[in-house]
Nanobody, 116 residues
Framework: QVQLVESGGGLVQAGGSLRLSCAASGILFSKNDMAWYRQAPGKQRQFVARITSGGIITYADSVKGRFTISRDNAKNTVHLQMNSLKFEDSAVYYC??????????WGQGTQVTVSS
């Protein structure tokens, strides 16, 4: 059974930091690209950051320079370090696992709320 379990969300003041984690099980973690998406109320889910199985990293323009994605293949975990948080970063953050030749999976999401 595949599970992606996010943690680390919460309430933070603007300018603060949070570190999200996603623990994966039931997949060959090292062979999967891992990513973070977010969805604010009334909006579509949007891409935040991706780290491929080979370590190539991509960020959405809106988070470049503030967010850092990393992965620990030994612990089957991907992290998203979020600094200089803004009100508009408030959303439910979802962990994603997949690759061009593998099924895609989503976590249940973790709420991030940034107070202005």
């Amino acid at each position: 059974q595949v599970q992606l379990v996010e943690s680390g969300g919460g309430l933070v003041q603007a300018g603060g930091s949070l570190r999200l984690s996603c623990a994966a099980s039931g997949i060959l973690f090292s062979k999967n690209d891992m990513a973070w998406y977010r969805q604010a109320p009334g909006k579509q889910r949007q891409f935040v950051a991706r780290i491929t199985s080979g370590g190539i990293i991509t960020y959405a323009d809106s988070v470049k320079g503030r967010f850092t994605i990393s992965r620990d293949n030994a612990k089957n975990t991907v992290h998203l370090q979020m600094n200089s948080l803004k009100f508009e970063d408030s959303a439910v953050y979802y962990c994603y696992a997949g690759a061009w030749d593998r099924p895609s999976y989503w976590g249940q999401g973790t709420q991030v709320t940034v107070s202005s």
